[in-house]
């Protein structure tokens, strides 16, 4: 965070250098937490391009006691919201484009099949988060492939630590009861 902090007071200076150095360390993960709220890679990128305009034409507004990463975290998904909110088709296929998104999962070189397994549990989460709404699904996000603390999404989504702690539990809730696995509740039972 203190890099962070000298790099942000160097491009408040006028060094377009120090941003681009933020924006290198902070543009892989925008665009992961942004892909998985849009579901799609074209969007995500623009919803990243313009969260690193905002932020650099209100770097002077950065408040120094939280941190940069809550802070952009903050303004790409509040860009989230209002792309979500305009948008008037469903989000694109979850078959095609969410598996080979931002997080492309390498055949391992012994089992193939824990590779399929894999890319099915995820095709799962994707169609299970679908449901969820926008401000579940983004705490969820954060916490459980951002790992970000509740303390922390608490500011980005604008709420308490603990009502950031009941997103994520009412997230977890309503995908275990959308859950159905394959087989069916007796297929479960029986193993």
């Known amino acids: 965070m203190n890099s962070d902090l000298t790099l942000v007071e160097k491009a408040l200076g006028g060094d377009t250098d120090a941003f681009s150095k933020l924006v290198d ?3 892989h993960r925008l665009l992961a937490f942004t892909y998985k709220m849009v579901l799609s890679k074209e ?3 623009e919803i990243v391009q313009e969260t690193f ?3 650099y034409k209100h770097l002077w507004r950065y408040d ?3 941190s940069f990463s809550t802070w952009l975290y903050t303004i790409a998904h509040n860009l989230c919201k209002t792309f979500m909110k305009r948008r008037k088709a469903p989000p694109i296929s979850l078959e095609s484009e969410v598996i080979s998104g931002f997080e492309p999962v390498s055949p391992p070189k012994e ?3 824990e590779y399929l397994m894999l890319k099915e549990y995820r095709r799962e989460a994707h169609k299970l988060m679908a449901f969820l709404k926008p401000d579940q699904k983004a705490a969820l996000i954060l916490k459980y492939l951002q790992d970000l603390s509740y303390e922390e999404i608490g500011r980005i989504l604008g709420i308490s630590e603990d009502a950031a702690k009941m997103k994520v539990y009412r997230a ?3 995908i275990l ?8 509740v ?3 039972m029986s193993l």
């Open 64 to 66: 120094s006691r939280i």
């Open 111 to 113: 089992e193939p099949s």
């Open 177 to 184: 009861k959308r859950y159905q696995p394959v087989g069916g």
């Open 172 to 174: 977890k809730k309503e």
């Open 186 to 188: 007796d297929h479960v």
């Open 25 to 27: 360390c902070y543009q």
């Open 53 to 55: 305009i905002k932020a």
């Open 43 to 45: 969007d995500a990128e």
